[in-house]
C-alpha cells in the first residue's frame, strides 16, 4: 500500500498549495488579523461611551438589567455616541440599495463628487510638482529661490487656505469642482516636488559624466537618465499625494456649505445629530482612500515591471 502511494506523494503539489498559499498568508493575515483587533476595539469603544446614554435613556434602572441587556441596548441605539461597526455597514447598505445613484441619499454619489475633485487636484498636483522639480533640479537659484517657499507652504493648515482659495476663486467666477481641486492640488504638490527632487538628482555621477562624454542635451539627460531613475522615488510620493488631496478636497467641501460630496455628508451628518452617517461617510473615504492608493500602486507595478524594476 505505501509503495502505490509512493508515487503520488512525491509529485508536486499544486502551486496554490505552495509559493501561491504562502503569498496569500503573508499579505493577507497581517492584514486580517489588524482588522479584527481594530473591528474587537471598535466594538469595545462603542460598548464604554454609549453605556451611560443607555442606561440613562433606554434601560429602566429601577426595574433593573442585566449586563446582556445592557450591551444590546449600547449595539442598538438610534443616535449613539459611537455607533458600532454592524450599524455602520447597515446604515452603507441601506444608502446603496433603497436608493438610485443619482440620489444625495446613495453614498456613491457622494464618493463620485469628493472623488472627481482628488483625482483633478491629484492631476493638477502632480503636474505642478513635476514642473518645480525639474526646474529646482536645473537651476540652482531656482533652488535656492523656490524651495524654501515650497517647505513653508505646507505650515499653514489647510483649514486655513481654503477659505481664502474659494472666496478668491469664487470671485473670479470659478465654482464647483475647481475651488475643490485647487486645494487637493494645493496638499498633492509638495511630496511629488521633495521626491522628485531627490530622485531627479539621485543619478550617479558617472552616468552624468558618460552622456556628457555623448553630447547630450539636457532634456535628453533628463529623459533618458533623470526621469528613470526617478521613477522609484515618484510612486511613493504619489501614493501620499492622492490620500493628501483626497484630505483636501473633503476639507474643502466643509466652509462652502457644498450639497455634495462626502465632507458635505460629514457636516450635514454633524447638523442633525446623525452620528452613524457621519460614520459611514468615513468608513465611505477610507475606502475611496483604499482604492485610489491600490490603484497608484497598481500603475506603480505596470511601469516598473516594463522597465525591469520589478
Not at 512525491?10 to 488579523?33: C, E, F, M, N, S
Not at 464604554?48 to 441587556?69: C, F, K, M, T
Not at 513653508?152 to 470671485?171: D, R
Request: contains cysteine; hydrophobic residues 55%.
Amino acid at each position: 500500500m505505501a509503495d502505490a502511494l509512493a508515487p503520488a506523494l512525491a509529485a508536486p503539489r499544486p502551486a496554490w498549495g505552495g509559493a501561491a498559499w504562502r503569498r496569500v498568508q503573508q499579505d493577507a493575515l497581517p492584514v486580517l488579523t489588524v482588522l479584527l483587533c481594530a473591528v474587537l476595539a471598535w466594538y469595545g469603544a462603542a460598548w464604554a461611551l454609549n453605556a451611560p446614554g443607555a442606561i440613562e435613556r433606554v434601560l429602566d434602572a429601577q426595574a433593573g438589567y442585566s449586563a446582556q441587556d445592557l450591551f444590546a441596548a449600547t449595539m442598538a441605539m438610534e443616535r449613539p455616541l459611537m455607533p458600532a461597526p454592524h450599524q455602520v455597514l447597515q446604515d452603507i447598505h441601506e444608502s446603496l440599495t433603497e436608493w438610485p445613484l443619482e440620489s444625495p441619499r446613495n453614498l456613491l454619489f457622494h464618493v463620485a463628487v469628493t472623488a472627481q475633485s482628488t483625482l483633478l487636484g491629484f492631476a493638477m498636483g502632480t503636474g505642478l510638482g513635476l514642473l518645480l522639480s525639474v526646474l529646482v533640479v536645473h537651476s540652482r537659484t531656482l533652488d535656492r529661490a523656490l524651495m524654501p517657499w515650497i517647505v513653508a507652504s505646507q505650515t499653514v493648515p489647510v483649514l486655513a487656505i481654503a477659505p481664502i482659495v474659494l472666496v478668491i476663486l469664487g470671485s473670479l467666477g470659478f465654482s464647483g469642482v475647481a475651488p475643490k481641486a485647487v486645494i487637493a492640488m494645493y496638499l498633492c504638490f509638495f511630496p511629488v516636488t521633495v521626491a522628485m527632487v531627490q530622485g531627479l538628482r539621485s543619478p550617479e555621477r558617472i552616468e552624468m559624466e558618460m552622456l556628457h562624454t555623448y553630447a547630450a542635451s539636457r532634456w535628453q539627460t533628463l529623459w533618458c537618465l533623470r526621469l528613470p531613475a526617478a521613477l522609484p522615488f515618484l510612486f511613493p510620493a504619489l501614493r501620499v499625494g492622492v490620500a493628501a488631496g483626497l484630505v483636501g478636497a473633503m476639507v474643502a467641501e466643509l466652509p462652502t456649505g457644498a450639497q455634495a460630496g462626502l465632507g458635505a455628508r460629514l457636516l450635514t451628518g454633524s447638523y442633525y445629530g446623525q452620528t452613524v452617517q457621519i460614520w459611514s461617510a468615513l468608513l465611505m473615504s477610507a475606502l475611496l482612500g483604499l482604492l485610489l492608493t491600490a490603484a497608484v500602486s497598481l500603475a506603480e507595478r505596470l511601469v516598473l515591471r516594463n522597465r525591469g524594476g520589478v
